[in-house]
């Protein structure tokens, strides 16, 4: 089993930046895949970004690509999202997801922290 903690939510002005962390525990993510994933109010969750450990390759949603970035702390078994020049289409709950390099789907989901940003 494969525990994921986000936390970095919170309030920002647009224009602005946060970095969200997803710690894992109960085992060594290197053969993982861990992504970040958003729901806003009323609508589906989708697709943010997600990198894989064995690699350190990334992929981003078109959305958010040139202002988002994932990175990696294999000691701490942490992942990062920084967002920079958040807009308030950014608001959502975002959730850290893991699964190993060969699932197509994601096993493991972190509770989620919400990203509100105002205009």
């Known amino acids: 089993q494969v525990q994921l903690v986000e936390s970095g939510g919170g309030l920002v002005q647009a224009g602005g930046s946060l970095r969200l962390s997803c710690a894992a525990s109960g085992r060594t993510l290197s053969s993982y895949a861990m992504a970040w994933f958003r729901q806003a109010p009323g609508k589906e969750r989708e697709f943010v970004g997600r990198?894989?450990?064995?690699?350190?390759?990334?992929v981003y949603a078109d959305s958010v690509k040139g202002r988002f970035t994932i990175s990696g702390d294999v000691a701490k078994n942490t992942v990062y999202l920084q967002m920079n020049s958040l807009k308030p289409e950014d608001t959502a709950v975002y959730y850290c997801?893991?699964?190993?390099?060969?699932?197509?789907?994601?096993?493991?989901w972190g509770q989620g922290t919400q990203v509100t940003v105002s205009s």
């Open positions: 990198i894989r450990w064995s690699s350190g390759s990334t």
């Open positions: 997801a893991a699964t190993p390099d060969y699932r197509a789907d994601y096993e493991y």
